[in-house]
């Protein structure tokens, strides 16, 4: 499997900035933005791939996986 399907790939809107905020929990802070909330996905998915990459050049270990959990069940009950 691809290493990039390992982690959770978030984008929401954001009140505070009026855009689109795309993170990837687990791999790296920050992320993109943006008002276009594909572009936003496309973008960040090109970050984590570069991310990934940077990792795996260097000869780091990747970061635990965070995909695979049930983020949505736990939203749903707290």
């Given at each position: 499997?691809?290493?990039?399907?390992?982690?959770?790939?978030?984008?929401?809107?954001?009140?505070?900035?009026?855009?689109?905020?795309?993170?990837?929990p687990?791999?790296?802070?920050?992320?993109?933005?943006?008002?276009?909330e594909?572009?936003v996905?496309?973008?960040?998915?090109?970050?984590?791939?570069?991310?990934?990459?940077?990792?795996?050049?260097?000869?780091?270990?990747?970061?635990?996986?965070?995909?695979?959990?049930?983020?949505a069940?736990?939203?749903?009950?707290?």
């Amino acid at each position: 499997m691809n290493e990039k399907y390992r982690y959770v790939k978030i984008v929401e809107w954001s009140d505070a900035d009026q855009c689109f905020v795309g993170s990837c929990p687990g791999l790296f802070y920050g992320g993109c933005h943006g008002t276009d909330e594909k572009q936003v996905f496309a973008e960040l998915c090109e970050i984590v791939d570069e991310t990934i990459a940077s990792f795996l050049e260097n000869g780091d270990y990747l970061p635990p996986a965070t995909a695979g959990k049930d983020y949505a069940d736990k939203v749903l009950h707290t």
